[in-house]
């Protein structure tokens, strides 16, 4: 390389060494061209030609996150929104039906009505509490998926998952479950017959509310390669620094999620007994709706519930809300700071409205010391009552 002009040299030089210092986390690979040994290689598929598939920061991340969803396969979206419409639009084609929970997340739901039926595939929804048996009176011949949401980010219906997966199964029905609420720590869809298990990385994975990304794992062969070929058909692609952002949260996940769940656990049991509180939605609550379900097959809980001020007027909700002071308002959820959200505009939506006492308050509980989380929330109703 001596006898090369400047610009020629300053283009050829400093490449990437031969071999690469170890250090705790993966080398951050950027680049769009990847350089391949030998004219055979140009067209092998069976190895990455094109940086939008992923390098080596993405196959680390790819491989913590099978490792921890029990999968075989997992794909990288740039969002967790974009890994659940992806994983759908990578097993239904026109003339499909898709079984979609009532309690599904909002932006599903409109992707579902506006997309989906454009191109011709049937979208019907159902009660978030309809059983296994009920669901497959529900399926017709054009059935092909069954997406769950569970619990649901709202109103914190559970669904019995295994015996939905098991009697879709043997229908030949496909199931796709949102599981962001356990994180793929305390709850493993895959292990539990799911067919596909999708995670919004951004929420307790990343875990700082500052990367978007999503997953959609599987231990199915021939669905992980329609997920791979959706990836490549769409041309979804997922940075290098954020997949070590990513790969970086879920170092701490098990340590982080720990902690949500003791935060929660102990404000959603002081809101229990709170006169201004109607009822508490959070599954892992001693009596609350579903804590049977989830005592039985989760492991452990997020931080993320809702509860029902109880017979308040309408315009309590908002002098709540706005009385916070460690709570932000804010629709996201499973980052290190607590944020609270009015439901109630949110139900319109749904085929069967849910009917409360009073405003549907979602709090997301933090990593902040619990006590004072406590003393924000009794200030708030004390000040808006």
Not at 95 to 103: C, H, K, S, Y
Not at 185 to 209: C, E, M, N, R
Not at 279 to 306: Q, V
Request: glycine share 8%.
């Amino acid at each position: 390389m001596s006898s090369l002009k400047d610009a020629s040299a300053l283009l050829h030089t400093g490449q990437a060494p031969d071999t690469l210092l170890r250090t705790v986390g993966p080398p951050i690979q950027k680049g769009s061209t990847v350089l391949l040994p030998n004219a055979a290689a140009l067209y092998d598929d069976r190895q990455p030609t094109y940086g939008r598939a992923g390098l080596a920061t993405h196959q680390a991340l790819t491989e913590a996150l099978a490792a921890l969803e029990h999968a075989n396969s997992v794909a990288l979206f740039p969002s967790g929104l974009a890994a659940l419409t992806g994983a759908m639009l990578a097993v239904l084609k026109a003339g499909d039906e898709v079984l979609v929970t009532d309690a599904v997340y909002r932006p599903t739901r409109r992707f579902c009505d506006r997309v989906l039926r454009r191109y011709g595939v049937g979208v019907a929804y159902y009660p978030p509490r309809t059983s296994a048996e009920d669901l497959m009176a529900l399926c017709g011949p054009a059935t092909r998926l069954i997406v769950m949401e569970s619990p649901g980010s709202l109103t914190m219906e559970m669904s019995d998952a295994p015996a939905i997966a098991a009697a879709a199964r043997s229908r030949g029905v496909l199931t796709l479950m949102d599981n962001t609420w356990a994180a793929g720590l305390y709850f493993k869809p895959l292990d539990h017959g799911v067919d596909i298990s999708v995670q919004a990385l951004t929420k307790y994975v990343g875990g700082h509310s500052d990367v978007l990304m999503g997953s959609a794992a599987t231990a199915n062969a021939a669905l992980a390669a329609a997920l791979d070929q959706a990836i490549l058909d769409f041309g979804w692609a997922v940075a290098p620094e954020d997949a070590y952002l990513m790969l970086r949260g879920l170092r701490t996940l098990p340590t982080r999620l720990a902690r949500h769940q003791a935060n929660a656990l102990a404000v959603a049991a002081w809101l229990a007994s709170h006169p201004a509180v109607g009822e508490t939605l959070y599954p892992p609550l001693e009596g609350a709706p579903d804590h049977d379900l989830w005592e039985r097959d989760f492991t452990g809980a997020a931080g993320l519930f809702s509860f029902v001020l109880d017979g308040s007027d309408a315009a309590r909700k908002d002098r709540f809300l706005d009385a916070l002071r460690l709570f932000g308002l804010g629709f996201s959820w499973g980052g290190f700071e607590s944020l609270a959200v009015d439901c109630d505009p949110q139900f319109g939506v749904r085929k069967t409205r849910p009917h409360y006492a009073g405003p549907l308050i979602r709090l997301s509980v933090g990593l902040e010391d619990p006590g004072d989380l406590i003393a924000d929330l009794d200030q708030a109703l004390t000040v808006s009552g």
